[in-house]
């Protein structure tokens, strides 16, 4: 079988519609009454929110700092090593620092909810102008 034999790639079975041409053609056909209904508007609020991750550790890391300050910078009982000292420190501070990076993120978050505004957005059909069909960005996505 020759490959002008195959069907699809001889120049006797060109495609009928290409993926992009598909994807186009209901949006050419559609009536103009439901152009209106594709762009709503809605109302959404706008915060800076805090990431609560990052508060954690760095609560954690201060705890830490805390604790070996405290197991090698003050004076100390010499029958326990300043290393095991420095250990059961270190779980205890690090422990209440996570805690007051969590208590920080959750005051942050509070502040952001007072500091919210509102926005009206407007939503934006996917297949506008175009724009799949001559391979733009919208080329590749799929909602």
Do not use: C, W
Request: overall charge negative; cysteine-free; charged content about 20%.
């Amino acid at each position: 079988m020759a490959s002008e034999d195959t069907p699809g790639t001889g120049p006797t079975n060109p495609p009928a519609t290409t993926p992009a041409a598909a994807a186009a053609a209901p949006a050419e056909t559609a009536p103009a009454e439901t152009a209106p209904d594709s762009l709503r508007r809605r109302e959404i609020i706008v915060r800076r929110a805090p990431k609560y991750v990052p508060f954690l550790i760095l609560g954690g890391l201060v705890g830490i700092a805390v604790a070996a300050i405290i197991a090698y910078g003050l004076p100390g009982d010499e029958s326990y090593d300043r290393s095991s000292v420095f250990g059961f420190f270190m779980v205890m501070f690090g422990a209440g620092g996570v805690i007051l990076g969590a208590i920080v993120a959750l005051l942050l978050d509070r502040l952001s909810v007072k500091r919210a505004r509102r926005a009206v957005v407007e939503s934006v059909p996917d297949a506008a102008d175009g724009a799949e069909a001559d391979g733009g960005p919208a080329a590749g996505h799929q909602s």
